[in-house]
């Protein structure tokens, strides 16, 4: 089993529709969870970070965590055409604790279509 | 304020030929990461940097040696090219100081061809 692993894709949506997005981790101690969006040709950009159970909301995007399921998702409601990409899940490993490592899913990549 | 910075932006090796792949950051930040980016593979850790001085194995190694130069350079160097080593490198900083500082700021990274 992967450290971390994301649903595999691609996934379509509709624009309007809500994506989502889902990641799963096998280190029952990790701390810290981060949505990444990565463009096609560009380099990865943070959306999104969370490091407590339950829901977190910004604008669009909500990032949810439950620990003891060892699951974080993130939803993007009204989706844009704009919000096509790769999304890639990161986790902060109990034993990556030090300097910050991540771990990340290999990726899903969306697409929304007008 | 340029972020973190990596030259070349592309690149193509011949079997057997080096070169250093270079990164600098300008955010005071700590620790410092060199990852590739194969398709369907997400981000691999090659190696990292903690501190100035320090640097540790990640996940994938071999064929990479890394130097720390200072607080603000880590550069990347393969020794020998393999087609195995074609792939798209970055590299990021971060300040790990408390949990949300875990955010991992990314270059525009090298596009690398080995043939």
């Known amino acids: 089993q992967k450290e971390v692993e994301q649903n595999s894709g691609p996934l379509s949506v509709p624009e309007g529709a809500i994506a989502s997005l889902n990641c799963t981790y096998s280190d029952r101690g990790s701390q810290s969870f981060f949505w990444y969006r990565q463009y096609s040709g560009k380099s990865p950009e943070l959306i999104m970070f969370?490091?407590?159970?339950g829901d977190k909301e910004d604008g669009r995007f909500t990032a949810q965590l439950n620990k003891a399921s060892q699951y974080v998702s993130l939803l993007i409601r009204d989706s844009q055409p704009s919000d096509s990409a790769t999304y890639l899940c990161a986790v902060n490993l109990a034993g990556g604790t030090s300097y910050g490592k991540l771990t990340f899913g290999q990726g899903t990549i969306l697409t929304v279509h007008p | 304020n340029a972020g973190v910075t990596q030259t070349p932006k592309f690149q193509v090796l011949k079997t057997g030929q080096s070169m250093t792949l270079q990164c600098a950051q300008d955010?005071?930040?700590?620790?410092m990461y060199w990852y590739r980016q194969d398709p369907g593979m997400g981000l691999r850790l090659i190696y990292y940097s903690a501190s100035e001085g320090t640097t540790d194995k990640g996940e994938v190694p071999n064929g990479y040696n890394v130097s720390r130069l200072n607080k603000r350079e880590f550069s990347l160097r393969l020794e020998s090219a393999a087609p195995s080593q074609t792939s798209v490198y970055f590299c990021a900083s971060s300040d790990p100081g408390f949990q949300a500082s875990y955010e991992q700021y990314f270059g525009p990274g090298t596009r690398l061809t080995v043939t």
């Open positions: 969370i490091y407590s159970n």
């Open positions: 955010m005071n930040h700590n620790s």
